[in-house]
């Protein structure tokens, strides 16, 4: 069985940058699509970025330019630059075996979640 385990939120002022990370156990991500989404307070989860079976990446408008999502056989990053204090949120990665993951719905896994706070 496949664990998605997230890290390196935190809490950071308007306009900096972070870097968070997914590592699965249990399988790779060969054949499968990954994603990150998030979920602030109050809020239904929603869709950021993703990496479709074939291996190219998607992005929510929110947030196009200014994250970036990559991943090799067992780690999944995205890079989050310019942050902004409506990217407040919980951040989770998921995968699923759909060719791609925009939707909560499609998810088989996702990880426990990371937060991410950002002051302005």
């Known amino acids: 069985q496949v664990q998605l385990v997230e890290s390196g939120g935190g809490m950071v002022q308007a306009g900096s940058s972070l870097r968070l990370s997914c590592v699965a156990s249990?399988?790779?991500?060969?054949?499968?699509?990954t994603a990150w989404f998030r979920q602030a307070p109050g809020k239904e989860r929603e869709f950021v970025a993703a990496?479709?079976?074939?291996?190219i990446a998607d992005y929510s408008s929110s947030v196009m330019g200014r994250f970036t999502i990559s991943r090799d056989s067992t780690k999944m990053y995205l890079r989050m630059s310019s942050l902004k204090p409506e990217d407040t949120a919980v951040y989770y990665c998921?995968?699923?075996?759909?060719?791609?993951?925009?939707?909560?719905?499609?998810?088989?896994?996702w990880g426990q979640g990371t937060q991410v706070t950002v002051s302005s």
């Open positions: 998921a995968l699923g075996s759909r060719e791609s993951l925009t939707s909560p719905d499609g998810a088989d896994s």
């Open positions: 249990g399988r790779t991500f060969s054949g499968v699509a």
């Open positions: 990496i479709t079976r074939r291996g």
